[in-house]
Every structure is written in structure tokens, then in C-alpha cells.
């Protein structure tokens, strides 16, 4: 397979915001690319697709059982593993990518549904953990997606989750 390197960027504009994960995969051979992003403390690592055109990174979420796909065979995240994850609160500035519903939406966690055009979708809870980048970047903190419900490609797909830029 193909490997070649990407700088991905975080918040904020200056150097100390970029890091480079190698990617892997071509569109010809896999229909994209992917790189390895180990999340959580201890690190957990899974296979995300790179796509330019999504707002949200997610991974399956150790619930989802059977509403997810087997993917790599590699374990989901459990926020129950990691000491750093915390979740994301509904009407909290991390909770801009999902949304809440009912009376006491304040005190809720925050829910994310993502759909596709060719018919997949994914759908979970917002929660606020560590990336490790490593080569001296150490852990940033990010805002992710654990998905609870896969449907189409999305349940049939060989890479884990997905990953914004």
C-alpha cells in the first residue's frame, strides 16, 4: 500500500498546531485514505478515514454492539477505560457540532447524527478526550464522535471512523 505523509491542523493558525501522521491507503486499492489516530488515555488506536468533507471525527463507542460494523476487529472506545474522557455537555461550547432535544436538554449529553448521500449514516454522543500525536506533541485534547448506530457503507466499511481534514 501506498505511504505518504499529511500535516493535519488543529485549532488555531500557528506552527505548534500542525503534526504529521503518516497516511495509508489509496483510493484505488481501499476507495480512500486513512491514517492511525490513538485516542484516549491509555492510547487506543483505530483506523479513520481522512475526508475533507466532514465536520466531525468519530469511532464506534464500546455500546454499539452489533448497530456497528466489525471494521478492523480492533476494540471500540470505551469512555470508561480512559481517564481522560469526559463528556460533553449539551449548551457547552464543545457541544457545537451535535445537538439535544427535550426539557432538561442543559444537563444532557450532547448527540450527533451525521447522513451521506449515498444513504449511510452514523449517529452517537459528543465526548471530549486526548489525541495522541506522539514525535513530541504529546496529547492534544479533541472533541469526538462515539457512535452508537452505523447504517450502509458506514457499517460495512474495513476503517473504524472517520476523521475531519
Same mark, same amino acid.
Given at each position: 500500500?501506498?505511504?505518504?505523509?499529511?500535516?493535519?491542523?488543529?485549532?488555531?493558525?500557528?506552527?505548534?498546531? &500542525?503534526?504529521?501522521?503518516?497516511? @495509508?491507503?489509496?483510493?484505488?486499492?481501499?476507495?480512500?485514505?486513512?491514517?492511525?489516530?490513538?485516542?484516549?488515555?491509555?492510547?487506543?488506536? &483505530?483506523?479513520?478515514?481522512?475526508?475533507?468533507?466532514?465536520?466531525?471525527?468519530?469511532?464506534?463507542?464500546?455500546?454499539?454492539? =452489533?448497530?456497528?460494523?466489525? @471494521?478492523?476487529?480492533?476494540?471500540? &472506545?470505551?469512555?470508561?477505560?480512559?481517564?481522560?474522557?469526559?463528556?460533553?455537555?449539551?449548551?457547552?461550547?464543545?457541544?457545537?457540532?451535535?445537538?439535544?432535544?427535550?426539557?432538561? =436538554?442543559?444537563?444532557?449529553?450532547?448527540?450527533?447524527?451525521?447522513?451521506?448521500?449515498?444513504? =449511510?449514516?452514523?449517529?452517537?454522543?459528543?465526548?471530549?478526550?486526548?489525541?495522541?500525536?506522539?514525535?513530541?506533541?504529546?496529547?492534544?485534547?479533541?472533541? &469526538?464522535?462515539?457512535?452508537?448506530?452505523?447504517?450502509?457503507?458506514? @457499517?460495512?466499511?474495513?476503517?473504524?471512523?472517520?476523521?475531519?481534514?
Amino acid at each position: 500500500h501506498h505511504r505518504r505523509r499529511r500535516a493535519l491542523l488543529q485549532e488555531g493558525d500557528d506552527d505548534s498546531d &500542525f503534526a504529521t501522521l503518516p497516511l @495509508h491507503g489509496s483510493v484505488k486499492e481501499h476507495g480512500y485514505y486513512y491514517v492511525d489516530l490513538r485516542l484516549g488515555t491509555p492510547p487506543k488506536q &483505530f483506523q479513520v478515514i481522512v475526508d475533507t468533507g466532514s465536520t466531525l471525527t468519530y469511532v464506534p463507542c464500546s455500546d454499539c454492539g =452489533s448497530q456497528c460494523g466489525g @471494521h478492523t476487529g480492533a476494540p471500540p &472506545f470505551n469512555v470508561e477505560d480512559s481517564t481522560t474522557s469526559e463528556k460533553v455537555n449539551c449548551g457547552t461550547e464543545d457541544c457545537h457540532e451535535g445537538g439535544c432535544a427535550g426539557s432538561d =436538554s442543559q444537563n444532557s449529553q450532547c448527540v450527533y447524527q451525521k447522513s451521506y448521500a449515498e444513504g =449511510s449514516a452514523v449517529r452517537g454522543r459528543l465526548v471530549k478526550d486526548v489525541v495522541n500525536l506522539g514525535g513530541g506533541y504529546g496529547d492534544k485534547a479533541v472533541v &469526538f464522535g462515539c457512535t452508537t448506530k452505523e447504517t450502509g457503507g458506514i @457499517h460495512a466499511q474495513v476503517a473504524d471512523g472517520l476523521m475531519v481534514r
